[in-house]
């Protein structure tokens, strides 16, 4: 007899904090050995069919299979790192006004100490409004034991103010760069996901 297929409102919840967090650890840093190992073998094909992530997922995971891990990890360095000016920015601030540490990074300081989080300069040198440190928030927001804070109410509030009103820039600067391969995937996949939590969001209105 097999297993059928268990579809809960708490699977869903946590396959949203897992892509949360898996789409800010491909950002923040190039991604780890035992992380690209992971992806490579990762399911493509979703529980139901015509999922709207389904294709951008499998996308992602083929890009995965076909680059090794050095290419990955300088396609990071490429895009996101090196001294200076960096090729793409990831910050909210960058992409709402122009300018970094800007008043999209105040607005956000704020919230954050509202909600009780604030960033640990000793895990984490970027500033709050890299989309990494948004989207752990979010992930936080998802998955946090406290339903007095992680709950639909914030995380829509948070979502439509601190994500909802850049992401879809950056991942049109993401894949509008000629060195962009993996983290076009990565892009169109996070995309993908901010449309569906936007639709979801939305419904809650």
């Known amino acids: 007899m097999t297993q059928p297929h268990l579809s809960s409102a708490l699977d869903e919840e946590t396959a949203r904090a897992e892509l949360y967090g898996l789409i800010a650890e491909l950002f ?4 780890r050995a035992e992380l690209l190992a992971q992806l490579r073998v990762a399911a493509t ?30 396609e990071h360095d490429a895009l996101f790192g090196g001294v200076g ?23 956000l300081r704020t919230d954050l100490t509202a909600l009780g989080l604030t960033r ?10 890299h989309v990494s440190y948004v989207f752990e928030v979010m992930r936080f927001l998802v998955a946090g034991d406290d339903v007095s804070v992680s709950n639909l109410t914030q995380q829509a509030k948070f979502f439509a103010t601190h994500v909802q009103t ?11 760069h ?22 979801g969001f939305d419904l809650l209105t």
């Open 28 to 31: 923040y840093a190039p991604p």
């Open 45 to 74: 094909d979703a529980p139901a069919a015509g999922g709207f992530l389904e294709e951008p997922w499998r996308q992602l995971v083929g890009v995965s299979r076909e680059m090794d891990d050095t290419q990955i990890q300088k």
């Open 85 to 107: 000016k960096p090729e793409v920015y990831v910050y909210a601030s960058h992409f709402l006004t122009g300018f970094l540490n800007e008043k999209p990074l105040a607005q």
């Open 120 to 129: 640990d300069a000793a895990t984490m040198s970027e500033t709050e409004d």
């Open 166 to 176: 850049w992401l879809p820039a950056l991942c049109d600067a993401v894949q509008a």
């Open 178 to 199: 000629p060195r962009a391969r993996f983290y076009a995937a990565l892009a169109e996949l996070t995309r993908a996901f901010v449309s569906v939590e936007t639709q």
